[in-house]
């Protein structure tokens, strides 16, 4: 029933920039606390950036200055505008919902559901 579906992701130069989209189905949205993760081969799947149900924001050192999320309560989707990309930066992206109250937004064991991702390729 529930549903997170990514796209926007591709293959783009370095410096370039690609606006990823997620658009979920079957829950609640507006009480749903989403976040970005991202995962390249042979690597942890780590935290990029997340919004609360209230739009707080919060990004990881490596993004902080290049990326923006936000996320539109009307049409069930977050987003993450990805500028200055660089070729440390391709992976496949993930987005996931959390129903909790306390948001440990950093934690991939925190999230209830995720989507099946999208790719980024960054080449220099």
């Known amino acids: 029933q529930v549903q997170l579906v990514e796209s926007g992701g591709g293959l783009v130069q370095a410096g370039d920039s690609l606006r990823l989209s997620c658009a979920a189905s079957?829950?609640?949205?507006?009480?749903?606390?989403m976040g970005w993760f991202r995962q390249a081969p042979g690597k942890e799947r780590e935290f990029v950036s997340a919004?609360?149900?209230?739009?707080?924001?919060y990004y990881a050192d490596f993004v902080k200055g290049r990326f923006t999320i936000s996320r539109d309560n009307v049409k069930n989707t977050v987003s993450l505008q990805m500028n200055s990309l660089k070729p440390e930066d391709t992976a496949l992206y993930y987005c996931?919902?959390?129903?909790?109250?306390?948001?440990?937004?950093?934690?991939?064991?925190?999230?209830?559901?995720w989507g099946q991702g999208t790719q980024v390729t960054v080449s220099s």
């Open positions: 919004i609360s149900r209230n739009g707080a924001k």
């Open positions: 996931a919902a959390d129903s909790r109250l306390i948001f440990d937004y950093k934690l991939k064991n925190e999230y209830d559901y």
């Open positions: 079957g829950l609640t949205f507006s009480t749903y606390d």
